[in-house]
């Protein structure tokens, strides 16, 4: 007598059918094959005997046996019978009665993600803009409606995999015939293959179209923001989502003003007469010009500020700043009377000055 209770390792009933025999071995092998359970040291003995006890219950003969003397004749079950057991690793891996097909998978493919890169002016992306943009992209192809199939033909079982979707090799170890399987390089795991391909897409589904796309650019995005456009990517495979858009924006600079994050920077040039009397300029904004009052005695340097007249916040109330930092301007090139003025300021000032067309010398003789 062996000892074992067969019928208890499989979990079945003593009158269990054949097939009822199969079903509890094809559970209980999925949950404790080796290979599955490598940390596992007690899954390799648990599954030789699950196996042992499938041969034995799987067989009317050697079950017969069993049944009326407790063990089997000639059976030998430490394992070393390597025939016997590919049979049964076969059968549970689909050699035969196996799970042929389970594997495939669907045809259907999402389509990739685009990206894109949008120049803006810099007035456009501070109050928003709408943009039309040119766009290469994969669409489903209108005459095979993405099945890639010439009408009146449909795709054909794959002759690399016979349909399964996955090519399986085995290799003999000391439990058996173990099958591994992996993706059918022919129909990329489909199990169909196109064998009379569209003549408006070449078998594809999908077909390059020159699109255009239009987005509302809002007020405020910065530099290198991303807008994301929903299913405006590529087209998905037979009936797979389309990929999104994204389109990365980039701002080009503009010729007064320097942007720092909602705020806009810009210089004023004022004579030094306008910062010692004081004075009301216009000032050129993102909108139009505004008046500016310079009060007398400002110093050149000092920065100005027009409230709200800066960059509109993104996706919410409110604006930033204009600054306006007043630069004194040297007269480079003035006119004799205008010297003599000058000249007259600095004598006035008592600051001393040179290039005065008598020289130091004479003004100290014109004392
Ligand atoms: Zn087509
Ligand atoms: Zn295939």
């Known amino acids: 007598m062996t000892g074992k ?11 269990a059918s054949e097939a009822q025999v199969k079903k509890a071995f094809r559970k209980a092998a999925r949950e404790h094959h080796p290979d599955v359970n490598k940390e596992n040291p007690e899954a ?7 196996a042992e006890a499938y041969e034995v219950l799987s067989d009317a003969q050697k079950r017969q046996q069993y049944d009326q003397y407790g063990e089997v004749k000639g059976f030998n079950p430490d394992f070393s019978d390597i ?14 009665g196996g799970q042929g097909g389970g594997r495939r998978r669907s045809r259907s493919q999402p389509g990739a993600d685009l990206t894109t890169d949008l120049r803006l002016e810099f007035a456009d992306a501070a109050f928003g803009v ?3 943009i040119p766009l290469d992209r994969h669409e489903v192809c209108d005459v095979c409606m993405g099945s890639g199939a010439e009408e009146g033909s449909q795709p ?24 591994t399987a992996y993706a059918c390089a022919k129909c990329a795991g489909t199990g169909e293959v196109i064998s009379d391909p569209c003549k408006n897409c070449g078998g594809d589904g999908r077909v390059l179209t020159k699109d255009t796309v239009t987005v509302d650019i809002p007020p405020g995005v910065t530099e290198n923001s991303t807008l994301r456009v929903s299913q405006k990517g590529e087209a998905g495979r037979n009936g797979g989502h389309p990929g999104d858009l994204y389109i990365i924006l980039h701002i080009s600079s503009h010729e007064l003003f320097d942007r720092r994050g909602n705020d806009i920077y810009c210089q004023l040039m004022v004579s030094f007469p306008q910062l010692a009397l004081g004075t009301e300029l216009e000032v050129e904004t993102l909108e139009g010009t505004e008046p500016v009052k310079i009060e007398a005695g400002t110093q050149p340097g000092t920065e100005m500020r027009l409230k709200g007249m800066g960059i509109p916040n993104l996706g919410r109330r409110g604006r930033g700043d204009q600054i306006i930092e007043l630069v004194a301007l040297t007269p480079t090139d003035i006119d004799a009377d205008q010297r ?17 067309s008598e020289g130091i010398l004479g003004r100290l003789f014109n004392r």
Not at 156 to 179: H, L, N
Not at 340 to 356: F, H, I, N, Q, R
């Open 83 to 96: 025939g016997n057991f590919s049979d049964v690793f076969d059968f549970f891996f689909g050699g035969q």
């Open 156 to 179: 054909g079982i794959c002759p690399d995999c016979g349909g399964t979707g996955e090519i399986r090799t085995s290799r003999q170890t000391m439990f058996g015939a173990f099958t």
């Open 340 to 356: 003599k003025l000058l000249e007259e300021l600095a004598e006035s000032l008592g600051d001393p000055v040179s290039g005065k």
């Open 130 to 132: 709408e943009k039309v």
């Open 44 to 50: 390799e003995a648990k599954f030789k005997e699950l």
């Open 5 to 15: 209770d067969y019928y208890a390792i499989l979990d079945v009933e003593r009158d």
